[in-house]
């Protein structure tokens, strides 16, 4: 029977191909999503491990041993450390001096410049940043004398360790020297004289979102002494989920739409075998016989449909990762697990077309040996449509209309998988472009952050920090604009425990609608109001005249200008503030006790406008909200202001591929000792950012044309068997004047039909889609993607049509009249 079911497979050779290479598509197009979203996933992951560490959380100054914390946890793998405190490196500079176990190490993904690890009490290595100052020349195996503790010890430098710590997530109230990451290593026999107590990198190998809840409740047990590794979730696992996602979102798509398309192949090839299995009936072969050569026939079609994907697949696996993401990682272990799972979902595919072929035999076992034989020669036609003929008196009409509706559920579905195929081509490109539209126009390159997040309590309705932020201090960036290639640098003070007060006949409607705005009530310090949520912008004196204001300023030492959004148009409300004074003041914290600093200043001008600044002919700075524009020297005088917590570095057209390089550098020097800190190229974060999205366009895509070429195979499989099963009544029509033009006239209608029809619901819904969602461009910009896939489709078909034109003029009217017996 197995012999019996290949010759019967050869005799068609044209089928057997078209079948093998419709399930090869879909074959391919599934592995190869699989595939190439496994290496993907491998690559961010292992990218972000290596960045921000493998660990999903941190857990400080506890008193805990690793021993005990796994027996309460078992579900978790810990290393262990410790935070000795913290030395002086430079006037700025302080470095943590800690211990880390070999499973910290391994948890954090530690890498060694040069060197190994400390393993004797008088050894150190140092992250590599902290190399400056006294230690800055401090070589391999030379020793010197640091501060450990209380302690002045001399110590051998044994390692210098990449860094690290910056980029690693930190509590909102870490404090440097007590809660954060070590950047000097000393060995275990050392840190034990110190009876510090531990701290763990924690991880749990569980799905993403388990892990982070898990590592927060984990966290919230002991009073919030840690923090989640935020940065490895949002930027490797979180990524990684939602790139999975999508993959099997399109991979169902594309295994529904396309089983659509091969079903129609199959029942259009079991037809064509019915004279045959008619034959074989009529000579004793039994329905459980037919069942057999119809699984061995799946089998090899299957088969040969595997063997024909193998490279296909590899061919869509590098498309899909060139225009997305264009990073992957594959290991032994990883190429195991795809190979593993690849046949997993071929075998689950065969036997779903296996079904198909089995309920397309299914329905030959109720036909009648004679029908079998015969079938080639008949036609359906649902009853219930033939009503619809009465309504047309032309003759071509009524053909066409018969041709429409000889198999509904076929034209139904071909309308479906057209439409749907267009909207999902339409929509990708759509959620690509909305998405990746903010980052258009945006001219600065670097974006730095001293420290994401910090912790603060309120005292007598002021802000007052648990402990004092980490800054960019004016040295730090004054040499930062000096580097080659900087144009300008807009600078963000650190001035979030900075209240400002105005007296009660100072506050005018304008300023009372943004107090009430932010707040329900006012808020008060010593009998003066307090403006909320205000930002403060600090420029030098010379720097004052590219401010876009109606009028220019001189003099502004002592002095601010307002810049408040609000503006309720009541004339002179302004005038009354011009020359009044307000007041800046500042609690916090001292080893002695609570301090504070403020300072009055005069009010030169309010302005009811964004706060615009021409820092050259090609870049304007804007910012929105409350804003106080004042002197810097006047700001660091008052004991107001002791750094920068923002810095956005805008670089000149013409900057050199050298200074380019130079200016990552030191941009990276800048914040490798600032724990917590972010920093972001602007360039690399808008390609980061629009892989995702460039991902789903290409996912989109690949489902748009697998679909398209299906639904365009089965549409001209399906037209030209309707032709051949009535072939004899257009072979009367042929004999009665009638020519194959004609015939291809029904042939093109009945396409144009199906992309008319298909183009109109698909319209439709992509009309009402757009004008419902928010969108940057305007609709002739999506509309556009819209007419493209209608384009496609158009011409996919028209090649179809042009197939079965070129099979028809072969045949003369003789063999369209002749009678199979």
């Not at 300023?511 to 909320?532: D, L, M, Q, R, V």
């Amino acid at each position: 029977m197995f012999n019996l079911s290949i010759k019967v497979l050869l005799s068609r050779k044209k089928w057997l191909f078209l079948i093998a290479g419709s399930i090869a598509i879909v074959l391919s197009s599934v592995a190869s999503i699989f595939t190439a979203s496994a290496s993907v996933r491998s690559a961010i992951k292992q990218k972000a491990q290596n960045t921000y560490g493998e660990h999903t959380g941190v857990l400080t100054n506890i008193s805990e041993t690793k021993t005990s914390l796994l027996n309460k946890n078992k579900e978790i793998t810990a290393g262990v450390y410790q935070i000795i405190g913290k030395t002086k490196v430079s006037n700025d500079i302080f470095a943590t001096v800690g211990w880390m176990d070999k499973k910290s190490i391994r948890l954090g993904h530690l890498r060694l410049i040069n060197g190994k690890f400390p393993d004797k009490p008088n050894e150190v290595a140092i992250e590599s940043a902290y190399l400056q100052g006294s230690l800055k020349n401090w070589k391999i195996n030379e020793n010197k004398s640091i501060k450990i503790g209380n302690k002045i010890k001399k110590m051998r430098l044994v390692g210098i360790v990449k860094n690290y710590s910056s980029q690693w997530s930190v509590a909102e109230g870490f404090e440097k020297g007590v809660n954060d990451f070590p950047n000097i290593f000393i060995s275990k026999q050392l840190a034990i004289e110190y009876k510090k107590n531990n701290s763990f990198l924690f991880k749990y190998n569980e799905s993403t979102k388990d892990s982070f809840e898990k590592s927060l409740n984990l966290i919230d047990y002991y009073d919030q002494q840690g923090t989640v590794n935020s940065r490895l979730f949002n930027n490797g696992l979180n990524r990684c989920d939602t790139i999975k996602f999508l993959s099997n979102i399109f991979q169902l798509l594309i295994v529904i739409l396309s089983l659509f398309s091969i079903n129609s192949l199959i029942l259009y090839f079991t037809r064509d075998q019915h004279k045959k299995m008619g034959i074989m009936r009529s000579v004793g072969a039994s329905q459980r016989a037919l069942y057999r050569m119809y699984i061995y026939q799946a089998v090899i079609i299957f088969v040969l449909s595997a063997l024909i994907s193998i490279p296909i697949v590899f061919f869509i696996q590098s498309l899909i990762i060139h225009f997305s993401y264009r990073e992957n990682s594959t290991n032994f272990k990883l190429i195991i697990e795809m190979i593993g799972i690849s046949a997993l979902l071929y075998v689950v595919l065969f036997f779903m077309i296996l079904v198909l072929f089995l309920k397309n035999v299914k329905k030959t076992g109720s036909l009648h040996i004679k029908e079998l034989l015969s079938q080639q020669n008949s036609v359906n036609f649902n009853e219930r449509y033939k009503r619809v003929l009465k309504y047309f008196q032309s003759i071509h009409i009524k053909l066409l209309v018969k041709e429409l509706f000889s198999n509904p559920k076929q034209f139904c579905l071909t309308i479906f998988i057209l439409s749907f195929s267009s909207l999902i081509f339409t929509f990708t490109n759509y959620i690509q472009k909305d998405n990746l539209y903010g980052w258009e126009g945006l001219k600065s390159k670097y974006y730095l952050t001293s420290q994401e997040a910090f912790s603060s309590k309120s005292k007598q309705n002021l802000t007052v920090l648990s402990h004092q932020g980490l800054t960019f201090t004016e040295t730090d960036v004054k040499k930062l604009e000096k580097t080659p290639g900087v144009l300008y640098i807009d600078k963000t003070p650190f001035m979030d425990d900075v209240e400002t007060l105005m007296d009660q006949r100072m506050i005018t409607p304008s300023i009372n609608s943004w107090i009430f705005k932010e707040n329900s009530a006012y808020k008060t310090y010593h009998n003066k109001i307090i403006i909320p949520d205000v930002n403060y912008v600090l420029l030098n004196e010379d720097d004052w005249n590219n401010i876009e204001t109606p009028k220019k300023y001189k003099n502004p030492g002592g002095k601010v200008l307002i810049f408040n959004p609000i503006n309720n148009k009541r004339k002179n409300e302004d005038k009354a503030l011009a020359g009044n004074t307000l007041t800046l003041v500042r609690l916090y914290k001292m080893p002695s006790g609570m301090k504070i600093s403020q300072k009055n200043l005069t009010i030169l001008d309010v302005i009811h406008k964004p706060f615009k600044y021409r820092a050259s002919r090609s870049v304007g700075i804007k910012k929105d909200g409350f804003i106080i524009v004042m002197d810097t020297k006047t700001a660091v005088k008052s004991g107001l202001f002791h750094g920068f917590s923002d810095l956005e570095i805008y670089t000149k057209k013409d900057i050199s591929h050298k200074d380019k390089i130079n200016l990552d550098k030191q941009v990276k020097l800048l914040s490798a000792t600032f724990p917590g800190s972010l920093v972001q190229n602007i360039s690399q974060l808008i390609k980061d950012d629009s892989k995702i999205y460039n991902y789903l366009k290409v996912l989109g895509n690949l489902l748009f044309f697998v679909s398209l070429i299906l639904t365009a195979i089965s549409v001209t499989i399906m037209i030209f068997s309707k032709y051949q099963t009535q072939k004899r009544h257009w072979g009367i029509y042929l004999s009665l004047g009638m020519s194959k033009n004609n015939i291809m006239q029904y042939v093109f209608s009945e396409i144009f039909i199906y992309v008319l029809v298909s183009m109109m619901l698909s319209m439709a819904i992509c009309c009402i889609g757009l004008f419902m969602l928010p969108h940057q461009y305007p609709l002739v910009f999506y509309f556009k993607y819209f007419l493209l896939s209608i384009l496609i489709e158009v011409s996919f078909l028209i090649i179809g049509g042009y197939i079965i034109h070129s099979s028809l003029q072969r045949q003369s009217i003789a063999a369209f009249l002749r009678r199979d017996e």
